[in-house]
């Protein structure tokens, strides 16, 4: 099992911007796709964005153009940089290896007050 630590989540106004990170272990990560998911106060999990082992990006319709998805196989860490961030974006942030399709981390927090 590849574990994954999720970081960079906090408080930002509306219109700010916030850096999340995702370090995993083991050297298997640099041929692993790799995403990200949040999960709001009463609402199911939802996809954020996918980066493939190749380096392909897709995102979801609500973040396109506002959020971009990153690796860097070196570091074995993934990252999803979010800029003009909305309240609508408040949630738990968690990074996810689709291979590992029942694993989840504990997420990181990402709270956009207006």
């Known amino acids: 099992q590849v574990q994954m630590v999720e970081s960079g989540g906090g408080l930002v106004q509306a219109g700010g911007s916030l850096r999340l990170s995702c370090a995993t272990s083991?050297?298997?990560?640099?041929?692993?796709?790799m995403g990200w998911y949040r999960q709001a106060p009463g609402k199911q999990r939802e996809f954020v964005a996918g980066?493939?082992?190749?380096?392909?990006?897709n995102y979801s319709e609500s973040v396109k153009g506002r959020f971009t998805i990153s690796r860097d196989n070196a570091k074995n860490t993934v990252y999803l940089q979010m800029n003009s961030l909305k309240p609508e974006d408040t949630a738990v942030y968690y990074c996810?290896?689709?291979?590992?399709?029942?694993?989840w981390g504990q997420g990181t927090q990402v709270t956009v007050s207006s």
């Open positions: 980066i493939t082992s190749r380096g392909s990006t």
């Open positions: 996810k290896i689709p291979i590992q399709s029942n694993y």
């Open positions: 083991g050297w298997i990560f640099r041929i692993l796709d």
